[in-house]
């Protein structure tokens, strides 16, 4: 059997998030303070407390779910679970997978996601841009969409989540002219994502400008582990290419579909999201249905998890 573990990105977050895990982990709570003490935020207070708001601002909501997904993993090492063939992360998951990876060091990826979550939402006032879903269409259809109502403005299908779902990004007004044309193409449903920021489009590239500054000022190593990156869906070892590829990250497409597929084509037969929610866990089943997808946020489902690796 070959074991991948993905990591998931915004959207996953929610107000008591882990506790559960917490009570049985203490570990759980040191890596949240790790990461308080990185970004000069209590984040185990604001995901256990809220308000749900202030979690969900960019620049708080990236390095909470950074802190989740690590400590989650951690979990699973001191239970003494199998380590895994590959890692992926879904956008700002990219970097819990390097963390996890030994790629970046945990307190550099913390300062340095918030520092992204702060460019990010600086680059684009919100209200300016938009993203949306469009589910039970091709990918051709979507692109085919926002050729015909981009005019000047910027709109792209920017993440490739699973056959049939697409998510799109630029300027709002462009995002909602697509959106009535994706019904009148026959979507099965088209709807604005509860978003502040149009991530993975053009709109971002003064955002990776800055990126890739504050990148250039912490350690790279090659990972431990290997990392399938979005912007490619593929892995690699230098740390100028790891630097690079984040920086493209936030302004190109997410390839989840392609990056699902390649660990598959490599035999994972079994991939973990690791960290709050089940988002990945249901596009990796649409992906590849010879793969079993599994959540891991609970001491339920690490047992489940750990006994199907021990079955394998």
Same mark, same amino acid.
């Given at each position: 059997?070959?074991?991948?573990?993905?990591?998931?990105?915004?959207?996953?977050?929610?107000?008591?998030?882990?506790?559960?895990?917490?009570?049985?982990?203490?570990?759980? %709570? !040191?890596?949240?303070?790790?990461?308080?003490?990185?970004?000069?935020? !209590?984040?185990?207070?604001?995901?256990?407390?809220?308000?749900?708001?202030?979690?969900?601002?960019?620049?708080?909501?990236?390095?909470?779910?950074?802190?989740?997904?690590?400590?989650?993993?951690?979990?699973?090492?001191? =239970?003494?679970?199998?380590?895994?063939?590959?890692?992926?992360?879904?956008?700002?998951?990219?970097?819990?997978?390097?963390?996890?990876?030994?790629?970046?060091?945990?307190?550099?990826?913390?300062?340095?996601?918030?520092?992204?979550?702060?460019?990010?939402?600086?680059?684009?006032?919100?209200?300016?841009?938009?993203?949306?879903?469009?589910?039970?269409?091709?990918?051709?259809?979507?692109?085919?969409?926002?050729?015909?109502?981009?005019? !000047?403005?910027?709109?792209?299908?920017?993440?490739?989540?699973?056959?049939?779902?697409?998510?799109?990004?630029?300027?709002?007004?462009?995002? =909602?002219?697509?959106?009535?044309?994706?019904? @009148?193409?026959?979507?099965? %449903?088209?709807?604005?994502?509860?978003?502040?920021?149009?991530?993975?489009?053009?709109?971002?590239?003064?955002?990776?400008?800055?990126?890739?500054?504050?990148?250039?000022?912490?350690?790279?190593?090659?990972?431990?582990?290997?990392?399938?990156?979005?912007?490619?869906?593929?892995?690699?070892? @230098?740390?100028?290419?790891?630097?690079?590829?984040?920086?493209?990250?936030?302004?190109?497409?997410?390839?989840?579909?392609?990056?699902?597929?390649?660990?598959?084509?490599?035999?994972?037969?079994?991939?973990?999201?690791?960290?709050?929610? %089940?988002?990945?866990?249901?596009?990796?089943?649409?992906?590849?249905?010879?793969?079993?997808?599994?959540?891991?946020? !609970?001491?339920?489902?690490?047992? %489940?998890?750990?006994?199907?690796?021990?079955?394998?």
């Amino acid at each position: 059997m070959a074991l991948a573990f993905v990591f998931p990105g915004q959207g996953s977050q929610s107000v008591g998030m882990l506790q559960e895990l917490a009570g049985a982990y203490p570990l759980v %709570k !040191d890596t949240f303070d790790e990461a308080s003490q990185a970004v000069g935020v !209590d984040l185990w207070a604001l995901v256990q407390q809220g308000p749900v708001e202030e979690l969900n601002r960019t620049e708080r909501t990236q390095p909470a779910m950074l802190a989740a997904g690590v400590a989650t993993w951690r979990v699973w090492q001191e =239970e003494g679970g199998a380590e895994p063939s590959f890692l992926a992360g879904h956008s700002l998951g990219e970097y819990t997978a390097l963390t996890c990876a030994g790629s970046i060091a945990f307190a550099d990826a913390a300062s340095v996601v918030a520092a992204r979550g702060r460019f990010m939402q600086e680059a684009v006032p919100e209200g300016v841009g938009a993203m949306a879903a469009m589910l039970g269409l091709s990918d051709e259809q979507v692109r085919e969409i926002c050729d015909r109502v981009r005019g !000047d403005e910027v709109l792209a299908a920017v993440n490739y989540n699973s056959p049939g779902q697409v998510v799109v990004a630029g300027h709002r007004q462009a995002v =909602e002219r697509a959106l009535a044309l994706a019904e @009148e193409a026959g979507a099965r %449903k088209s709807v604005l994502l509860p978003v502040s920021v149009p991530s993975h489009c053009s709109l971002m590239e003064p955002a990776a400008e800055r990126l890739a500054e504050r990148l250039a000022e912490i350690a790279v190593s090659a990972p431990l582990i290997p990392v399938i990156h979005n912007a490619d869906a593929a892995p690699h070892v @230098e740390a100028e290419q790891i630097r690079a590829v984040l920086r493209g990250q936030l302004y190109m497409p997410v390839l989840w579909v392609d990056s699902v597929r390649f660990m598959a084509d490599e035999g994972v037969t079994t991939i973990v999201e690791c960290g709050p929610g %089940k988002v990945l866990t249901g596009l990796c089943k649409r992906i590849s249905r010879e793969v079993t997808s599994l959540p891991l946020f !609970d001491g339920a489902s690490l047992e %489940k998890v750990l006994a199907r690796v021990e079955e394998e």
